[in-house]
C-alpha cells in the first residue's frame, strides 16, 4: 500500500532519539504492527498479545496508518527541530477553534452595540427579563444559532507534523505562529483527505520521571546505578514489590496509574500481572464503565462462578475477558467471529463508532450486514440487539490494546523505580511538576518512604528539589516569592566561590535586596549559620 517511506521516516524520527539517548514510547494502533515492533517505533510484542492488524490497515482503510511517538516534556522541542532539519517539506498541523455558545453571544453582541453587562448575562444564559422581545437581543440569539460550529481562528495540533513529497506550499497556504514554524492552514481530516501523511510527535512529563530517576540514582547511589536496566521489562512483570504495589494500589506518582479510580479499581481487581494490568488501564475508560461492563468485568474477575452467566460465543471469542468487551480490537473480533464480518468490514464498524465515520455509508452498510448475518446465524434478536448495545455504547471511547499495553510498559518501569529507589523517583516526581496530584502530596508520599524533608537552604539546595542520602532539599523554584534570577544569582556564585561561610559572606557576594533576604531567612534557608530565623 506504499506506506514504507511513513514507516522509515518514523524508523528515523526514533533512531535519532535513541542515538540522542532519550527515551520514549510509540503507541496507539502501530502497535498492532510486527513490523513496526521490529524496527523499535513501538516496544509491544503483537504477537504476544494476539493484537489484530486489521486494527492498523486493512483494506477497507484508504488513509495512511497512524503512530503516536511519546517523548519526555523536555526532548520534544529538540525532537522537532531535528525533524524540521531532517526532512524539507515539514510544517506543523492547525486545527480549528470553534465559535462556542458563549463566544458567539460576545462576538454578536459587540456587533449589534449591547453594554458588556448585558452581554455577560447573555453569555450566562440570563435574560434581562424587560429585554427578552428586544428586537436587538432576540437578532443576537438567532444569528448566534447559525454561527455556532463555525471556524473562529486556527490554532496548533497538539502533535500533529506533516511531512510532504513536495513542498507544502504546493498543498496549502502557510502561517507563522509564535512555536516558529510554518503551519498549514487546514487540519488533520483535511490532510487525510488530501492524502498527507501524518505524524503525531507528542510529550508527556512520565517519560522525564523515569529518565531524570536513573540520573539522580547515579548521583545518590552510584554503586546501586549499574545494576537498574530500565528496558528490563520481563523482569519488571515478575518483580514481587512491584505487584505488591500494584495489588494494594500504592501507585502514586507512577504514570498512568496513580489516580484515586485507577488505584481503586487496581484493589478491587486485585492485579499483580502485566495482562490484568492492560486490562485494567482500558476498562477505566467511559465506555466500558457507561455500557455496564466494567462492573461486570470486576464482578467476573472476582467471582469465577458469575462467567457462567457470560453469552457462550463471546465467552469464547474473548476468554482472556471473559467475555467482556474491553478493547477497541475486542469489537472486531465480535463482529467478526460473531456476525461473521471479515476483519476489513469489522474494523469499519469500529471506526464508525468513534463518531467521524457514523453516517457514512459504507458503516450504515456494515450496520446491515452485521444484522442480517446474526439472523441467518439463528441468534435471538434481543441477544443481537444486546450485543450491538454493547459495542455501540463503549466502541467511541474504548481504547486500542496496543495502546494500553504500552502505556503498561511504562507504568511498569515507573512501578519498578517507585519500589526500589522510593526516594529518588519521589524526587524527579517533584521535579517535573506533572501528575494527578499537586506537589504537596509527593513530597509527604517521599516523607512516607523515609525521607527527611528539608526547606530550601542556600548552601545544600538547588533550583530543583535534590536528595543527598536520605535528605531531600526542596528547590528554591517551590518558594513562591523567590525570583528566578535571585536563586540563579545565588548558585552561580556558590559554584564561583565555593560554600557561603556565614550570613556576612553571603550578602558580601550576593547582590540581593532586603525583602528577598527576609523571604529567605522566613524559610530558614540560612540554617547553616547556626543562628534562629529571628
Known amino acids: 500500500k506504499n506506506f514504507v517511506s511513513y514507516f522509515l521516516i518514523n524508523w528515523d524520527i526514533v533512531h535519532h532519539a535513541r542515538r540522542k ?21 513501538t516496544d509491544v510484542d503483537p504477537m504476544e498479545l494476539d493484537l489484530y ?47 462556542q455558545f458563549r463566544a458567539v453571544i460576545r462576538e454578536l453582541g459587540k456587533v449589534f452595540g449591547l453594554p458588556k453587562h448585558e452581554i455577560d448575562h447573555l453569555a450566562q444564559g440570563r435574560l434581562n427579563r424587560q429585554r427578552t422581545n428586544d428586537q436587538v437581543v432576540q437578532a443576537v440569539l438567532k444569528y448566534s444559532q447559525y454561527i455556532q460550529g463555525f471556524p473562529s481562528h486556527l490554532s496548533i495540533h497538539a502533535g500533529g507534523i506533516l511531512i510532504t513529497e513536495k513542498p507544502i506550499e504546493a498543498y496549502t497556504a502557510t502561517f507563522m505562529p509564535p512555536k516558529g514554524f510554518p503551519t498549514t492552514q487546514f487540519d488533520m481530516v483535511v490532510a487525510e483527505d488530501v492524502g498527507i501523511y501524518k505524524f503525531d510527535i507528542l510529550s508527556q512529563r512520565g517519560l522525564s520521571k523515569i529518565q531524570d530517576t536513573i540520573a539522580v540514582i547515579r548521583k545518590n547511589q552510584p554503586e546501586k546505578a549499574a545494576s537498574v536496566d530500565i528496558h528490563d521489562i520481563p523482569r519488571f512483570k515478575e518483580d514481587e514489590s512491584v505487584k505488591d504495589l500494584l495489588r494494594n494500589g500504592k501507585a502514586i506518582g507512577c504514570f498512568y496509574v496513580e ?8 484493589k478491587k481487581l486485585k492485579v499483580d500481572n502485566y495482562l490484568g494490568l492492560v486490562a485494567a488501564s482500558s476498562i477505566i475508560r467511559p ?43 475486542d469489537v472486531i473480533r465480535v463482529a467478526h467471529h460473531y456476525a461473521g464480518l471479515t476483519l476489513g468490514e469489522a474494523d469499519v464498524l469500529r ?41 455501540e455504547s463503549f466502541a467511541g471511547y474504548a481504547f486500542a490494546k496496543g495502546h494500553s499495553a504500552s502505556y503498561a510498559v511504562e507504568s511498569y518501569q515507573s512501578l519498578f523505580l517507585k519500589a526500589h529507589f522510593p526516594l529518588e523517583y519521589m524526587v524527579s516526581v517533584i521535579n517535573n511538576f506533572g501528575g494527578f496530584y499537586r506537589t504537596e502530596f509527593y513530597v509527604h508520599e517521599a516523607r512516607m518512604a523515609g525521607a527527611e524533608i528539608c526547606p530550601p537552604c542556600v ?16 528547590g528554591f523554584m517551590h518558594l513562591r516569592s523567590l525570583e528566578d534570577k535571585t536563586a540563579i544569582k545565588i548558585l552561580e556564585e556558590r559554584d564561583r566561590g565555593g560554600a557561603f561561610l556565614d550570613f556576612d559572606d553571603f550578602i558580601d557576594r550576593v547582590a ?23
Open 287 to 329: 465506555g466500558v464503565a457507561k455500557s455496564g461492563m466494567m462492573r461486570e468485568y470486576i464482578l467476573r474477575y472476582r467471582y469465577p462462578e458469575r462467567r457462567k452467566q457470560a453469552n457462550p460465543i463471546l465467552m469464547s471469542i474473548m476468554p482472556e475477558t471473559f467475555g467482556v468487551m474491553v478493547y477497541q480490537e
Open 512 to 534: 540581593i535586596g532586603i525583602e528577598q533576604v527576609s523571604w529567605l531567612s522566613r524559610r530558614d534557608a540560612f540554617r547553616f549559620t547556626g543562628k534562629p530565623k529571628r
Open 259 to 266: 489516580s484515586p479510580a485507577m488505584r481503586m479499581l487496581l
Open 351 to 391: 471506526r464508525g463508532m468513534s463518531g467521524k465515520y457514523r453516517s457514512r455509508e459504507e458503516f450504515q452498510k456494515v450496520k446491515e450486514r452485521f444484522f442480517t448475518n446474526c439472523k441467518s446465524k439463528g441468534y435471538p434478536d434481543s441477544e443481537s440487539a444486546e450485543v450491538w448495545r454493547q459495542i
Open 21 to 41: 539517548g532519550y527515551f520514549y514510547v510509540g503507541r496507539g494502533s502501530g502497535a498492532n504492527s510486527i513490523v513496526a515492533y521490529l524496527l523499535r517505533i
Open 459 to 474: 548552601n545544600h539546595g538547588d533550583h530543583h528539589t535534590t536528595i543527598k542520602g536520605k535528605r531531600i532539599y526542596l
Open 53 to 99: 492488524f486489521e486494527r492498523f490497515i486493512n483494506l477497507y482503510r484508504v488513509n495512511p496508518p497512524d503512530f503516536d511517538i511519546d517523548f519526555s516534556w523536555k526532548d520534544r522541542d529538540d525532537m522537532t527541530d531535528y525533524i524540521f532539519k531532517r526532512f524539507p517539506n515539514t510544517s506543523l498541523l492547525a486545527t480549528y477553534s470553534t465559535f
